[in-house]
């Protein structure tokens, strides 16, 4: 079995998958109030078998974290614990911009795609908003956005009469209070704020592309914006499978 992980600013999610790549539990839980004894509880709640684990891989953004989770690791598993730029992708994808300049999440997801026939734009909903551009087997750099979730609470945080709202569809665009008047600002603002850019993307490039959806707020959007888009939640663990191969 491999352990396989993506470890965000907000969440990390961790997935034990089978030698046939089989998805076989999801684990889910913050990233930055993790330590030492919430591991534990955490693994052994789940009930993870360390003597069955060959390989461990994670695409971090959070490097404390990432340690944390290495050198608890290292204490119960035999393999090393890798993360995605440690290895040479050179052989699954070409990066056209700054190596370091990148998060570890975004190579993984275009990896994930990339093939020799499609062209792709990965729209991310996480902390941050962020489309990354595939061309085959290139990654050619993306945009990087505020996110929905941090957006809405900074507008709280800063506002003092602004409360803290769940961001729902909203059919009309002027709002009858404060709630309604947030919730249509960010709903038809960051539809198309979506729809600009992707346009953008196909107007610099000259391309046509398939645009993949993901993360928290991929549903609520999926069939706003005019764009056709596809969902895949387990882009990023699909990608780290990819990579498995490359250790040995």
């Not at 396989?4 to 997935?15: P, Y």
């Not at 709903?187 to 992707?198: A, K, P, V």
């Amino acid at each position: 079995m491999y352990i396989l992980g993506d470890i965000g600013n907000t969440e990390t999610k961790m997935c034990i998958v089978s030698k046939k790549n089989k998805i076989l539990k999801k684990i889910t839980f913050l990233s930055k109030s993790l330590n030492h004894n919430k591991l534990s509880i955490l693994f052994k709640k789940n009930k993870i078998k360390f003597n069955k684990i060959e390989k461990v891989l994670f695409c971090s953004v959070v490097p404390n974290t990432f340690f944390l989770i290495k050198k608890f690791l290292s204490k119960k598993t035999k393999p090393k614990c890798y993360e995605v730029k440690n290895l040479n992708l050179k052989s699954l994808i070409k990066i056209k911009v700054d190596y370091n300049q990148v998060g570890s999440d975004r190579i993984t997801n275009a990896i994930s795609l990339s093939n020799n026939k499609n062209n792709f734009i990965i729209l991310d909903f996480g902390t941050a908003t962020t489309f990354d551009v595939v061309i085959k087997n290139t990654y050619y750099g993306g945009i990087i956005a505020p996110g929905v979730r941090l957006s809405l609470n900074t507008l709280s945080d800063k506002a003092t009469l602004i409360p803290k709202i769940d961001l729902k569809k909203i059919n009309k665009v002027i709002g009858n209070n404060t709630i309604s008047a947030v919730r249509s600002g960010f709903f038809w603002g960051y539809s198309g704020l979506i729809d600009n850019i992707i346009n953008l993307i196909k107007k610099e490039t000259r391309k046509s592309f398939k645009v993949i959806i993901t993360g928290g707020f991929s549903k609520l959007f999926k069939n706003t914006i005019k764009t056709k888009t596809n969902l895949n939640q387990d882009i990023t663990i699909n990608g780290l499978i990819k990579i498995l191969k490359l250790i040995k």
